[in-house]
C-alpha cells in the first residue's frame, strides 16, 4: 500500500512538473516580438530573417507553393513592424535589412496591401532607404496589377524621377 502511495504522489509530482512546462513554453506573439527588438542589431537581425524567409523559394518554380503560403506572413509581419518601428535606416540597419519591408510588400503581388503600404515606401524612397529603381519596380508593378497592361510615358526622353511621379499620378496614388 506505500508502494502504491509514493508510486501514486511520484506520478502527480511528474504530470504536474509537465503542465509547468507546458505554461512556460507559450510563444509569444508577432507583434510583443516585434515590440521587443529594441537595439539596431535585434532589428537588423529580425529584419534579414524575414528578408532570408522571403527569399528560400524565389526562382524554385517547382516550390512556389511554398512562398505562396509564406508570402502573406511575411506582409503581416512586416506590417507590423513597420507600424511599431517604422521604415528601417539603411544607415544604421543596412542594405538588406531596409530591403526587405520593400521586398516583401512588393512580393505579396495585392493591390491592396500595395496601395496601403504606399506612403511608407514612397517616404523610404524620399528619405533614400530605397533605391529609385527598386520603388520604380513596385510602382510599375502595381501599374501593371491594376490596369493590366504595361504603363507606358507619354513624352521622351524623361528621367527616372519624372516616370516616378507619372507612375504615382496614373495610379491616383499621390500624397495627400
Known sequence: MMKSNILFLFIIFFASCKEQV???TTPISVAENIQ???SNEAKKAWLEDIFK???QH???NSNSD???KKDPENLKKIEQYLSIHGYPDIKELGETAAVAPWIVIH???LLESRTRNFSVLHQAYKDGN???SAFYLYLFRTYYIKNRKKFKMDKSPFTSEEE???LILALGLSEK
Open 22 to 24: 507546458k505554461q512556460d
Open 36 to 38: 521587443s527588438l529594441n
Open 53 to 55: 524567409a522571403d527569399q
Open 58 to 60: 524565389r526562382g524554385d
Open 66 to 68: 511554398a512562398y505562396m
Open 107 to 109: 512580393h505579396a503581388g
Open 130 to 132: 530605397i533605391k529609385g
Open 164 to 166: 516616378i511621379e507619372a
